[in-house]
Nanobody, 110 residues
Framework: VQLQASGGGLVQPGGSLRLSCVAS????????ARWFRQAPGKQRELVAG???????NYADSVKGRFTISRDNAKNTIYLQMSSLKPEDTAVYYC?????WGQGTLVTVSS
């Protein structure tokens, strides 16, 4: 099983970025898939999740700004991030228990 995250980078405050996570060996269509993030010196925290029926949940800190979605045909989940803030700077990880992607760094800075 492999989860491959991509799409991170440097973006200015207020900007947007889309993260992707493609899975092999596991199906996102039948398993809960989530995005976590870990900022320097902080614990890893849940950002968003999408269930097998498409139900979603978000951390309060990203509600209204981030959207998690899934493409079953591509076995890929996405995290569309808008109105980014410096406090969104972190390494973002995709997860489908018990498997983790390698992380992709998002830096929000002017």
């Amino acid at each position: 099983v492999q989860l491959q995250a991509s799409g991170g980078g440097l973006v200015q405050p207020g900007g947007s970025l889309r993260l992707s996570c493609v899975a092999s060996g596991i199906s996102f269509s039948v398993n809960l898939a989530r995005w976590f993030r870990q900022a320097p010196g902080k614990q890893r925290e849940l950002v968003a999740g999408i269930g097998r029926f498409g139900n979603t949940n978000y951390a309060d800190s990203v509600k209204g700004r981030f959207t998690i979605s899934r493409d079953n045909a591509k076995n890929t989940i996405y995290l569309q991030m808008s109105s980014l803030k410096p406090e969104d700077t972190a390494v973002y990880y995709c997860n489908s228990q018990p498997f983790w992607g390698q992380g992709t760094l998002v830096t929000v800075s002017s």
